[in-house]
């Protein structure tokens, strides 16, 4: 490839970068951006569109690199993700000083996008990442647009491994850690295991990013929830399933059933709805609605929930995780 033509697409990159973590940048700006660090980096790809598959593992699916591409499309998303990192990135500078801090993306995809775009804000001696996937044509495209934007001195490996599994090596302390495999309500993907496995072994004063996952169950109207604003609503806050951070990563209890009662008096017969809401770091957070990640998912095995039923949510862990719910009075 030409100089002049790579030096274009480093610009762009940088441009693209620049926009994606300006916190005063409107919805329009986020979404134009998401949309060209998509194109730059299809343009410049070598693996072939419609080839991929998801990988079935024991602790969820891992979606396939041409999925885990078009994640970038969901700009909020990207924006608040890249944003919190830029965040954690400076915090943990100040956690430890005068040191290359070391950070695990864990699940890439082939465009590596957190990565990328945070590599164009620091140098070498400040950050070195091991990019981690299980699909080696997401680590080969990867390490091929590391390389194309003159940026392979910030990434010290690329693995190929599952992340609920990986063990970090001893030789270096593992700084911070970062893992965006995840849907809606933690259901399929394998986020739960990848947090379970990896907090653990930053080190001390070590950062996970997203910060906490919060599922919460509502009963809700389901036309009214989608179809009316804000104020014109149903719901009726049940409470929290599950607050996934670094600290109940490693409590045993984490999968333990969470049981709720619904109000004796119910003039309507709702759905249960779960609600999840992301901090990335600090407060940067994916609130209800702003991607596809917090978009509320209706429990529709439940159907409709009448007044004093008893309801029990556990979050199974296997090869499809998410949440297991039944009711434990008043069958329907």
């Known amino acids: 490839m030409p100089y002049e033509s790579i030096?274009?697409?480093?610009?762009?990159?940088?441009?693209?970068?620049?926009?994606?973590?300006?916190?005063a940048s409107d919805i329009a700006q986020l979404s134009a951006a998401a949309n060209a660090f998509y194109d730059l980096c299809t343009v410049l790809s070598t693996w072939k569109v419609g080839?991929?598959?998801?990988?079935?593992?024991?602790?969820?699916?891992?979606?396939?690199?041409?999925?885990?591409?078009?994640?970038?499309?969901?700009?909020?998303r990207t924006a608040k993700f890249?944003?919190?990192?830029?965040?954690?990135?400076?915090?943990?500078?100040?956690?430890?000083?005068?040191?290359?801090?070391?950070?695990?993306?864990?699940?890439?995809g082939p465009f590596a996008p957190l990565a990328l775009a945070i590599s164009?804000?620091?140098?070498?001696?400040?950050?070195?990442?091991?990019?981690l996937d299980i699909h080696p044509e997401?680590?080969?495209?990867?390490?091929?647009?590391?390389?194309?934007?003159?940026?392979?001195?910030?990434?010290?490996?690329?693995?190929?491994?599952d992340a609920a599994t990986f063990q970090w090596p001893e030789l270096h302390p593992l700084h911070?850690?970062?893992?965006?495999?995840?849907?809606?309500?933690?259901?399929?993907?394998?986020?739960?295991?990848?947090?379970?496995?990896?907090?653990?072994?930053l080190c001390e004063g070590g950062i996970l990013v997203p910060e906490n996952i919060r599922v919460e169950a509502i009963l809700?109207?389901?036309?009214?929830?989608?179809?009316?604003e804000d104020d014109q609503k149903f719901r009726i806050p049940l409470g929290v399933l599950m607050n996934l951070n670094k600290t109940s990563a490693s409590d045993s209890e984490l999968n333990r059933a969470v049981v709720f009662k619904a109000p004796e008096q119910m003039a309507e017969q709702p759905h249960c709805l779960l609600f999840t809401t992301i901090t990335v770091f600090g407060d940067l957070v994916l609130n209800e609605y702003e991607s596809g990640l917090t978009y509320p998912k209706t429990v529709y095995e439940?159907?409709?929930?009448?007044?004093?039923?008893?309801?029990?949510?556990?979050?199974?862990?296997?090869?499809?995780?998410?949440f297991r719910c039944r009711f434990l009075n008043n069958e329907n």
């Open 220 to 228: 809700c109207i389901a036309a009214q929830e989608f179809l009316t």
């Open 51 to 76: 080839e991929s598959k998801a990988t079935q593992l024991p602790s969820g699916k891992a979606i396939s690199p041409e999925d885990a591409a078009r994640c970038i499309q969901d700009f909020m």
């Open 176 to 201: 911070l850690v970062v893992t965006e495999t995840m849907q809606c309500a933690l259901d399929k993907e394998p986020q739960v295991a990848i947090t379970q496995n990896l907090a653990p072994q």
């Open 120 to 131: 164009t804000r620091f140098s070498p001696a400040e950050i070195q990442f091991t990019l």
């Open 7 to 23: 030096a274009t697409e480093q610009t762009q990159l940088h441009e693209i970068a620049a926009q994606l973590l300006n916190p």
């Open 138 to 161: 997401s680590l080969d495209n990867a390490q091929h647009l590391f390389q194309t934007f003159g940026l392979n001195d910030r990434v010290a490996d690329f693995l190929l491994a």
């Open 82 to 108: 890249l944003q919190g990192l830029e965040a954690a990135i400076h915090d943990a500078q100040q956690r430890f000083p005068d040191t290359p801090l070391q950070i695990l993306y864990a699940g890439c």
């Open 302 to 322: 439940l159907g409709r929930i009448q007044a004093g039923n008893v309801l029990e949510f556990r979050y199974q862990l296997d090869g499809a995780p998410g």
